[in-house]
């Protein structure tokens, strides 16, 4: 079955504190897409990386890094030295091919990250 | 290059109307996707279109429909509107599909209120 668990319902962090957002996913394609959004107050959801099943390469983009790992299934997401401004909800997704042929593209619960001043 | 837009940004509507809500893509993106974000069930997806035809459908009841135009953009409607209908409704464009992996781009969302 498609799914995406994201364990962490909400999560606070003193700013400048490191904070890890998990995200677990189940499929049974060997070719499949994950993605990070970001969604702040405002509604709007943000894209922030996609990830295809065949690089497992991880990722840094300033103070964002991602782990991609296919032995557990995981691709969690790690902000460095955490920002006011990153108070958001981070959505974790996952697209791949159903067993009715189509292509899904569904969504984890979201994780939302407080960063206090 | 312009992202999605959506409009109405709000809308406030009682039972049993109906509501039509409108996207725009990114120029260039054939593929749009609507979804439906509340409190309770999250972020689920209502239905893709892609050159006019509807691709993928989620689990929703035949009150919501949809359709696209030649010009890629889209509309959403919901017939005889109940009060578990409010909610957020994001649209997304993508390239070609959403659902075979290509990155969709959200606009700001439609915040429908049913009273």
């Known amino acids: 079955a498609q799914k995406v668990t994201q364990a962490q319902t909400e999560i606070s962090v003193v700013e400048k504190e490191d904070v890890t957002l998990d995200c677990v996913y189940e499929?049974?394609?060997?070719?499949?897409?994950l993605f990070w959004y970001k969604q702040p107050p405002s509604g709007e959801l943000v894209f922030l990386i996609r990830r295809n099943s065949f690089d497992e390469q991880n990722e840094i983009s300033g103070r964002y890094s991602w782990n991609f790992q296919k032995s557990t299934s995981s691709f969690n997401f790690t902000i460095t030295a955490s920002q006011v401004v990153d108070s958001a909800v981070y959505f974790c997704?996952?697209?791949?091919?159903?067993?009715?042929?189509?292509?899904?593209?569904?969504f984890g619960t979201g994780t939302r990250l407080k960063v206090l001043a | 290059k312009a992202g999605v837009t959506q409009t109405p940004r709000y809308l406030i509507k009682t039972r049993g109307q109906q509501v039509t809500l409108s996207c725009s893509p990114i120029?260039?993106?054939?593929?749009v996707s609507w979804y439906q974000q509340t409190p309770g069930q999250g972020l689920q997806f209502l239905f893709e279109?892609?050159?006019?035809?509807?691709?993928n459908k989620g689990n929703f009841p035949g009150r919501f429909s949809g359709r696209q135009f030649s010009n890629s953009r889209s509309e959403m409607n919901v017939s005889t509107l109940e009060l578990g209908d409010s909610a957020l409704y994001l649209c997304?464009?993508?390239?070609?599909?959403?659902?075979?992996?290509?990155?969709?781009?959200f606009g700001p969302g439609t915040r429908l209120t049913v009273l």
């Open positions: 997304a464009s993508s390239l070609v599909s959403g659902g075979a992996g290509d990155t969709q781009y």
């Open positions: 279109y892609f050159s006019e035809t509807q691709r």
């Open positions: 499929t049974r394609d060997t070719t499949y897409y």
């Open positions: 997704a996952l697209s791949d091919l159903t067993t009715s042929g189509t292509y899904k593209y569904i």
């Open positions: 120029s260039g993106h054939r593929s």
